[in-house]
């Protein structure tokens, strides 16, 4: 294989991570959206869209040991496909998260919630930016823009904290409540594993940056 043909496909590769990305951000506004809104069409919608995350996370795959095998690439071509191989692994993930949202909104929606949700969505909207701002430093291979977007999953574990010790005294409170105030602490949960493969992805870019592994946050 030339090295243009590398070049060429490096570059597919690169812009099939980023169009998953993008999927996965919709994913996960679509997904606190419809939980808010009750809005099961929409919720449904996300479902049905993850399909084309899976499918992206497999072409990515495949091209990555396709890569491999043919060329044998070394140094920083070969960190790059891994890179790619393992960004894309933790973005189908987050898409699996934010699908595991949507079902909590087709699980609620005809339930009036036990209150207006307030930090939910908030947590949901600092996620999105880390997931965002993480992809830019990926493009970027911004090394302290990363350290920096992974210092931020601090807040979302604070965030997750706050939420279950309210959820929590909801139910000892009225345990008419547990079935709700449950899935709605599972929504917190998956939006805290959301912000750890932030993290992880984070830790990639430094690793395709410099080479070195490193544990971040």
């Known amino acids: 294989m030339a090295r243009q043909t590398l070049e060429d496909r490096l570059r597919e590769l690169h812009e099939n991570l980023l169009k998953m990305g993008l999927l996965v951000e919709e994913a ?3 997904g606190i959206k419809s939980l808010v809104e ?15 995350i899976n499918n992206l996370e497999l072409k990515i795959e495949q ?15 070969l960190r790059r496909i891994a890179t790619m191989l393992k960004v894309s692994a933790d ?12 079902k909590a909104t087709l699980r609620l929606k005809n339930e009036t919630y036990i209150k207006p949700l307030i930090d939910i969505p908030k947590m949901a909207e600092l996620v999105k930016d880390m997931v965002h701002e993480a992809l830019n430093a990926y493009v970027e291979l911004d090394r302290d823009a990363a350290i920096e977007v992974s210092k931020k999953d ?3 574990d604070r965030y997750y904290s ?3 010790m309210e959820l929590v005294n909801i139910m000892k409170e009225n345990p008419a409540w547990i079935h709700q105030a449950t899935h709605l602490l599972l929504v917190a949960q998956h939006l805290e594993r959301i912000g750890d493969y932030v993290t992880n992805l ?7 940056k410099t080479g070195s592994l490193v544990e971040l946050n």
């Open 91 to 102: 973005l189908e993930r987050m898409g699996d998260h934010a699908v595991s949202i949507a």
């Open 202 to 208: 984070c830790e990639w870019i430094v690793y395709l």
């Open 38 to 52: 009750k809005d099961g069409d929409l919720a449904t919608e996300v479902v049905s869209d993850d399909q084309n």
């Open 154 to 156: 601090d807040k979302i």
């Open 28 to 30: 996960i506004y679509k």
């Open 63 to 77: 091209m990555c040991f396709e890569l491999i095998a043919l060329q044998q690439p070394v140094g920083t071509d």
């Open 162 to 164: 706050e939420i279950f």
